[in-house]
């Protein structure tokens, strides 16, 4: 059965890649998501304007890999203590999130973000945010699969953001 998950982790450029080499992803699709305006432009979303956060729609069977088994990922490619932004980029559109569709995916995540806090990984205290999904818009073509069209770009702004070597600090090189 086909379901979608919808995850903020700062840029959204880097959320992409750690999904779409998962078995059991179908498609993935960069966008904004959590804002009160319909069909916002990046220009609105970095200056502010319209309440929306970088994120990242993963479409995937459920057959094959479980809500839980995203939770893992997202949770392994961001700094989950950071409550202003995240890595280099900072502002309340960078902030991370995680957009539960139902009851349901509301309890996993939470006990995912209880785990995760317990597991002693972090030194601080988890800052992500849950909420309700209302709506996501995808964002421009251009920046849809930027890893792939833009790839020394996006390896540059990976390292040079220090999100790389947060994530190999934390969990080690994978």
Request: aromatic residues 14%; hydrophobic residues 30%; proline residues 4%.
């Amino acid at each position: 059965m086909m379901k979608y998950a919808v995850f903020a982790g700062g840029c959204f450029w880097c959320m992409q890649p750690p999904f779409d080499q998962l078995a059991g992803v179908v498609a993935t699709e960069v966008g904004y998501a959590g804002g009160h305006v319909a069909h916002p432009t990046y220009e609105r979303v970095c200056a502010g304007q319209s309440g929306h956060v970088e994120a990242v729609r993963v479409s995937y069977e459920a057959d094959e890999i479980s809500y839980s088994d995203l939770l893992d990922v997202f949770w392994k490619n961001i700094d989950p203590t950071e409550p202003d932004g995240q890595f280099a980029d900072r502002g309340e559109h960078y902030q991370s999130v995680i957009f539960y569709d139902g009851e349901d995916e509301e309890s996993i995540a939470r006990a995912s973000k209880i785990q995760l806090q317990q597991s002693g990984k972090l030194d601080r205290d988890i800052t992500t945010a849950l909420r309700p999904l209302s709506s996501f818009y995808p964002a421009e073509d251009y920046h849809q699969k930027f890893y792939q069209k833009n790839h020394a770009h996006y390896e540059s702004y990976k390292k040079g953001s220090g999100r790389q070597s947060f994530i190999e600090q934390v969990w080690g090189k994978e």
